[in-house]
Nanobody
Framework: QVQLVESGVGSVQAGGSLRLSCAAS????????MAWFRQLPGKEREGVAY???????TYADSAKGRFTISRDNAKNTLYLQMNSLKPEDTAKYYC??????????????????WGQGTQVTVSS
């Protein structure tokens, strides 16, 4: 059974930092690229950061210079280090795993497995 389980402290003040983790199981972790998405109520899920099987990374403009995505293949775990957080970063964050890109990495259709999401709240 495939599982992606996100974790991380959910609330922080603006300017602070937070690290999200995503523990993967039930599939070959190294065979998939991974990404973090976020979603606000009533809005579409948006890609935040992507990491390929080889470790190549790509970020949304909103995340560049502040967020760092990484993966530990020995622990089957994905991370998102978020620094200089802003109130507009408040959202539910999801990790996702995929094998084939559909148009580009920000498309939800590129991902076969999703976590349940974890809420991040940044207060001003």
């Amino acid at each position: 059974q495939v599982q992606l389980v996100e974790s991380g402290v959910g609330s922080v003040q603006a300017g602070g930092s937070l690290r999200l983790s995503c523990a993967a199981s039930g599939y070959t972790f190294t065979g998939y690229f991974m990404a973090w998405f976020r979603q606000l109520p009533g809005k579409e899920r948006e890609g935040v950061a992507y990491i390929g099987k080889s470790g190549v990374t790509t970020y949304a403009d909103s995340a560049k210079g502040r967020f760092t995505i990484s993966r530990d293949n020995a622990k089957n775990t994905l991370y998102l280090q978020m620094n200089s957080l802003k109130p507009e970063d408040t959202a539910k964050y999801y990790c996702a795993a995929g094998r084939y890109i559909v148009y580009n990495w920000t498309r939800s259709a590129s991902y076969q497995y999703w976590g349940q999401g974890t809420q991040v709240t940044v207060s001003s």
